[in-house]
């Protein structure tokens, strides 16, 4: 029996769409996305990565939301990435999803991510960005409301980042993801794996 031509085609699309990697750009994270680009490489797998794909006078913000709508996304989770706002822009794009768990394929750089004290420090440390974002967003007001357009979107992008920190610690806490030790000593053979699979 004969696959549909469109059901081809449909596969053949899905197989070409890269594999976006989402990661901030602190020397320990960035160092493990190089040695996991040139795995990927080496395996011929397609990827999408900020340093390799957006350009100078390319729209940042066009690109992060192409890895907020990516079908696989390596998500390389760190203290630096859940305090990053062009991160977790990312990352709430991609948890709108309602899949996200299949899409993400994680690698957590510090295990201290997973602790109750992290997470309290990471909740004071976004509602403060939150009330610090509303406080200018009022000073502009005063002076413009219409100039303060940029500034409210920025508001509303950071109350999604704070509304997400309680479905973001349940998925990092309970998400089997394997040390990053061992993911470099068999170059990531899990990862590999289950974005071939």
């Known amino acids: 029996m004969s696959v549909p031509k ?5 596969q053949q699309e899905l197989q070409r769409e890269p594999i976006y990697i989402s990661y ?3 020397c320990t994270s960035s160092y493990i996305v190089d040695y996991f680009c040139t795995v990927l490489g080496i395996h011929n797998i397609s990827f999408s990565r900020d340093k390799k794909d957006c350009n100078y006078r390319d729209n940042i913000k066009e690109f992060m939301n192409a890895i907020r709508n990516g079908q696989k996304i390596i998500v390389v989770f760190s203290e630096k990435y859940l305090q990053s706002k062009n991160c977790m822009y990312e990352l709430t794009g ?3 999803h309602e899949d996200y768990k299949n899409r993400i394929f994680p690698v957590v750089t510090d295990n201290n991510i997973r602790d109750d004290g992290y997470y309290v420090k990471l909740v004071q440390y976004w509602k ?3 009330k610090e974002m509303a406080e200018k967003v009022l000073q502009v007001k005063e002076i413009d ?3 303060a357009v940029p500034l409210e979107t920025t508001l509303l992008e950071i109350n999604k980042i704070r509304k997400l920190l309680a479905e ?3 998925y990092i806490d309970w998400t089997n993801a394997e040390s990053l030790p061992n993911l470099s000593a068999t ?3 899990l990862i590999i794996d289950a974005i071939q699979a």
């Open 24 to 26: 901030n750009w602190e």
């Open 168 to 170: 973001l610690k349940n």
């Open 128 to 130: 403060s960005k939150e």
């Open 145 to 147: 409301p219409l100039s």
């Open 6 to 10: 469109h059901d081809v085609l449909a």
């Open 94 to 96: 991609i948890m709108e």
């Open 187 to 189: 170059q990531f053979k």
